[in-house]
């Protein structure tokens, strides 16, 4: 995909997303697979005046790592990456793995201690962006085996990704910053409601406690794609913060292992039952792992119409327009949610057919639809 979309795509992640400045410490991390994003996005930071560096891997590598490595070598965390989270000033990862179900035949043991030992990494990076003292973003570059995973041909992949980042549009930042006003407004009303309400008709019924809790607008600086708006649920409060039903309607991809079909129950904030149709032993390990794992971190809002179908990753399915997504363990420090956990795993659940949100009871959203005009729409970010 060494195109025009490329350099434009680069300009983005590092003057938009990230920006970067002379001086600054600046990693980009990603898979070998994703070199001419990489090559793009690094010559646009050394132009900055930045000072780059680059860590390069492959899923091979980390294959063998995971079937091969001592227990104890599972449980070491990376000191590299430690050391990068601790003093770098701009983080930018790149995704490319070769093989999506490289990790899928791995031990539920073994995944435990490998995501318990990236743990001290995750909270490093949450506590430093919370204090404004880093920026980082995601993205994830199109290849065979993506493209694979979603179905679809190379090209028609690259394509969908080029849409999903507004690479289409004329000047995709601004379109990128319309959207974040839209965003903004939804925001300024929903930080004075204490509840969501999130129904649908396969069988999602769940009310999140918001009180007090700050929303984070997210609009092409932390993830690209983007297209949401997220908080935590209170789980200070009386009532625990998650109570009811969630149906999760799109398969997901976690640590290499597809979950489908998943339902979860809480009560008091925290899941008391969990059933999958595909893999359930997993789910249930994932969310048993430690004492936060079982706790919603993040509740979350899709706002980006340019992706309008699951493609079993979770960059591009959390954002789906009319959709909303929990995620379950790790909370984000600057929502208020302090929730601790080695997880932190986003599941999808639609709201396009007979889906509703309510705040304070108040109808906000019917079937994918904001009911206000000036909220986030088709219109912000659609080639429609």
């Known amino acids: 995909m060494r195109d025009l979309r490329l350099k434009k795509w680069a300009e983005i992640l590092v003057h938009y997303s990230l920006r970067v400045e002379k001086g600054e410490k600046v990693l980009i991390q990603g898979d070998i697979g994703a070199l001419p994003l990489i090559e793009a996005c690094y010559e646009e930071s050394i132009n900055c005046g930045a000072n780059t560096e680059c860590l390069l891997g492959h899923d091979r590598l980390g294959e063998y790592f995971m079937k091969h490595a001592s227990e104890d070598q599972l449980s070491n965390t990376p000191f590299l990456k430690q050391y990068a989270v601790e003093n770098f000033d701009c983080f930018l990862f790149i995704y490319a793995p070769s093989n999506l179900q490289a990790m899928t035949n791995i031990s539920l043991n073994r995944h435990t201690l490998a995501s318990k030992a990236n743990r001290p990494i995750t909270k490093t990076i949450l506590d430093r962006k919370a204090g404004g003292e880093i920026r980082w973003c995601r993205t994830h570059y199109p290849n065979a085996a993506a493209a694979q995973n979603a179905s679809m041909g190379t090209a028609d992949f690259e394509d969908f990704v080029s849409q999903a980042g507004f690479l289409h549009h004329e000047n995709p930042i601004e379109s990128w910053k319309a959207l974040g006003k839209s965003h903004q407004r939804a925001i300024d009303y ?195």
Request: aromatic fraction near 10%; hydrophobic fraction near 35%.
């Open 190 to 384: 929903l930080s004075e409601k204490k509840e969501l309400h999130f129904t649908n008709g396969n069988g999602t019924d769940l009310r999140v406690n918001i009180e007090g809790m700050k929303w984070v607008n997210l609009c092409g600086t932390i993830n690209f794609p983007d297209g949401e708006i997220y908080t935590g649920p209170n789980l200070n409060a009386s009532d625990g913060g998650v109570n009811g039903v969630v149906t999760y309607d799109f398969p997901t991809i976690y640590r290499g292992v597809e979950v489908d079909g998943i339902e979860l129950t809480f009560e008091k904030g925290a899941v008391v039952d969990a059933k999958a149709s595909r893999n359930e032993a997993f789910l249930r390990s994932m969310i048993e792992q430690d004492a936060g794992a079982k706790y919603v971190g993040e509740v979350a809002i899709g706002t980006n119409y340019c992706v309008s179908t699951g493609v079993k990753d979770i960059l591009f399915d959390e954002k789906i327009g009319g959709t909303f997504h929990t995620a379950l363990g790790m909370g984000y420090p600057e929502t208020g949610n302090t929730n601790q956990s080695a997880l932190h795993w986003d599941l999808v659940s639609d709201l396009r057919k007979d889906g509703a949100i309510y705040a304070d009871d108040e109808k906000i959203f019917e079937n994918g639809r904001f009911l206000f005009s000036d909220w986030p729409g088709k219109e912000l970010g659609s080639s429609a």
